[in-house]
């Protein structure tokens, strides 16, 4: 059974960092891809970045980038997400979704929430000064 588990989460001022982790087990790692997703309070779910494993392709839609980079190690079967110049509207809860798609499918793809059966807890990200 797929599993995910987000951590790195936390409170933090403004201008701040975080690398929040993804650890994933129970499914074959490298043929997957793995999406960072956050929702903020009163505010729809909406994807932040995601990565193809097996070749360690990005992808982050034009409202994420710049302060968010997405990377993974293998070897530890995780994800994770680096979050530089944390600013208010980031505060949100974070969530990691996993899903074995083709690799012809367009990578905007992956910035849709259905296209993800798996899910994690999520870890709470609060920014404040």
């Known amino acids: 059974q797929v599993q995910l588990v987000e951590s790195g989460g936390g409170l933090v001022q403004p201008g701040g960092s975080l690398r929040l982790s993804c650890a994933a087990s129970?499914?074959?790692?490298?043929?997957?891809?793995i999406g960072w997703f956050r929702q903020a309070p009163g505010k729809e779910r909406e994807g932040v970045s995601a990565i193809r494993i097996r070749d360690g392709s990005t992808y982050y839609p034009d409202s994420m980038k710049g302060r968010f980079t997405i990377s993974r190690d293998n070897a530890k079967n995780t994800v994770y997400l680096q979050i530089n110049n944390l600013k208010l509207e980031d505060t949100a809860v974070y969530y990691c979704?996993?899903?074995?798609?083709?690799?012809?499918?367009?990578?905007?793809?992956?910035?849709?929430?259905?296209?993800?059966?798996?899910w994690g807890q999520g870890t709470q990200v609060t920014v404040t000064s």
């Open positions: 129970g499914f074959p790692f490298d043929f997957y891809v």
């Open positions: 979704a996993a899903e074995l798609i083709p690799a012809d499918v367009p990578n905007s793809w992956y910035m849709n929430r259905d296209a993800f059966g798996s």
